[in-house]
């Protein structure tokens, strides 16, 4: 039987997919413009070399596309995450010359063939979220790869949320961790 936690997580997890599917695409693309603005001028980033970024799901997700060129262009290492059987997740080396590899529900991952990055390697990871609290928690997708994966991670965490899903509280358990800093596209918030 699901706890009183996964159910509000899922319902939570429900409304916000409705709320961003209900927003028009140029205001996401305008948020997006917004989030990875506010993301760039971090001096963390300025200071990473290699930062764990994602490959956002259309219209679940900030289209990161656009913010791993810039990264890119700036001669930042990015890894993507690889999902793992039993809920595990592996971080590779992006490379803009080899095509990612749908594997289902929109997800985009590179291949086997991409270096492996260590987590020790990682200065930085930008974590994805279906929405983000002001305490700077997050509410996941519902597989818990993050959540493990974060577990022993020592680099600094980003946050992007749009403002109109920006929740006043998630709801959390004790292997949920938060990031050090939320970006929306007119907040910061540092934890």
Known sequence: MPSTIDVEKKQLRKQVRAQLAAMDPKALEAGDEALFEAFLALPQVEAAGTIFAFWGIQGKEPDTKKLIARLTARGKKIGLPRMLPEHQMEVRLYDPDKPLIS?????????????????????????????YDRRGYRLGFGGGYYDRWLEHFEGFRVGLCRGAVLQDRVPTEAHDSRVDVLITEEEKFSF
């Open 103 to 131: 594997v289902g529900f929109g997800i985009s991952e590179p291949g086997e063939d991409c270096p492996l990055l260590k987590k020790e390697d990682i200065d930085l990871i930008l974590v994805p979220a279906v929405c």
